[in-house]
């Protein structure tokens, strides 16, 4: 299985691709570089990874769930 992310700006998919790298998880950029693909089936694994990268890096991103096999990172709604 894998889990799509997509991303807001293209220029964060290679540091992300690294932080879920080193989180454990396994991945690789898409072709337009705003989105990742996850190897795995740990859902809430990679919403964290994503929470802790945007909290890392003082982004107003937060991991949206789409559905079981993707995220998005977005600004907050509201």
Same mark, same amino acid.
């Given at each position: 299985?894998?889990?799509?992310?997509? $991303?807001? %700006?293209?220029? /964060? =998919? *290679?540091? &992300?691709?690294? +932080? !879920?790298? @080193?989180?454990?998880?396994?991945?690789? #950029?898409?072709?337009?570089?705003?989105?990742? $693909?996850? %190897?795995?089936? /740990? =859902? *809430?694994? &990679?919403?964290? +990874? !994503?929470? @802790?990268?945007?909290?890392?890096?003082? #982004?107003?991103?937060?991991?949206?769930?789409?559905?079981?096999?993707?995220?998005?990172?977005?600004?907050?709604?509201?």
């Amino acid at each position: 299985m894998t889990i799509a992310v997509e $991303l807001m %700006r293209s220029a /964060d =998919g *290679p540091e &992300v691709l690294a +932080a !879920l790298v @080193a989180g454990g998880l396994r991945g690789e #950029l898409t072709g337009d570089g705003r989105g990742l $693909l996850v %190897r795995g089936d /740990d =859902g *809430p694994a &990679v919403g964290h +990874a !994503l929470d @802790a990268w945007a909290s890392e890096h003082g #982004l107003p991103f937060v991991p949206v769930r789409v559905d079981a096999s993707s995220y998005a990172l977005v600004p907050p709604a509201g």
